[in-house]
């Protein structure tokens, strides 16, 4: 990069509240003066929000070329060895000079995916995805059930168990 090509540091007041270990990898400003969008090594910072986002929490991430638009997973359920996550609403944010940012939300993302499979059960469809999380070993393992899935049904529940078993089984490396 040339010197007149440098993106400008992080204002100090819009830095937020990182973690030991935890580093700016690109920022956004949002709007006319609505906050900063924040990508690190562990997760996304979005205006409004006192927390990070974990890379392993988004489900959808997109860029429209002005718009970047994220939806997040709420964790509805905890089962033996994975969770039950569904669509939060998504969030969008109007990025006038994006610089890196969106290239690092979608290489996080997609780097975070180590195994995604939409799969039936009964009565509906679920997506099976085991994600990397920062810092932690091994897997961190999902379901998100289709709108109208009878997600607590026992026939989908016992479906759900056998198949995120099947692909922890088929995931896992036998020359340890």
Same mark, same amino acid.
């Given at each position: 990069? %040339?010197?007149?090509?440098?993106?400008?540091?992080?204002? /100090?007041?819009?830095?937020?509240?990182?973690?030991?270990?935890?580093?700016? +990898?690109?920022?956004?400003?949002?709007?006319? @003066?609505? @906050?900063?969008?924040?990508?690190?090594?562990? %997760?996304?910072?979005?205006? @409004?929000?006192?927390?990070?986002?974990?890379?392993?929490?988004? +489900?959808?991430?997109?860029?429209?070329?002005?718009?970047?638009?994220?939806? /997040?997973?709420?964790?509805?359920?905890?089962?033996?060895?994975? +969770?039950?996550?569904?669509?939060? /609403?998504?969030?969008?944010?109007?990025?006038?000079?994006?610089?890196?940012?969106?290239?690092?939300?979608?290489?996080?993302?997609?780097?975070?995916?180590?195994?995604?499979?939409?799969?039936?059960? $009964? %009565?509906?469809?679920?997506?099976?995805?085991?994600?990397?999380? $920062?810092?932690?070993? %091994? +897997?961190?393992?999902?379901?998100?059930? !289709? /709108?109208?899935?009878? &997600? !607590?049904?026992?026939?989908?529940?016992?479906?759900?168990?056998?198949?995120?078993?099947? &692909?922890?089984?088929?995931?896992?490396?036998?020359?340890?």
């Amino acid at each position: 990069m %040339g010197l007149f090509n440098r993106r400008p540091k992080l204002p /100090p007041a819009a830095r937020p509240p990182l973690a030991d270990g935890e580093r700016v +990898l690109a920022w956004a400003a949002v709007g006319e @003066g609505d @906050g900063v969008v924040v990508a690190s090594n562990l %997760g996304l910072w979005l205006p @409004g929000r006192g927390h990070r986002l974990g890379w392993h929490d988004i +489900l959808k991430a997109g860029w429209s070329g002005r718009e970047l638009t994220v939806t /997040p997973a709420e964790r509805v359920a905890e089962r033996d060895g994975y +969770l039950v996550v569904a669509d939060c /609403p998504a969030e969008t944010y109007l990025l006038l000079d994006p610089g890196e940012l969106p290239h690092q939300v979608r290489a996080r993302v997609t780097n975070s995916v180590a195994y995604t499979e939409q799969h039936p059960v $009964p %009565g509906g469809a679920g997506r099976i995805a085991a994600r990397r999380v $920062p810092g932690v070993d %091994g +897997l961190t393992w999902t379901v998100r059930y !289709d /709108p109208g899935t009878p &997600a !607590d049904d026992e026939p989908v529940v016992a479906e759900t168990d056998h198949l995120v078993a099947a &692909a922890r089984a088929a995931t896992t490396p036998t020359n340890l």
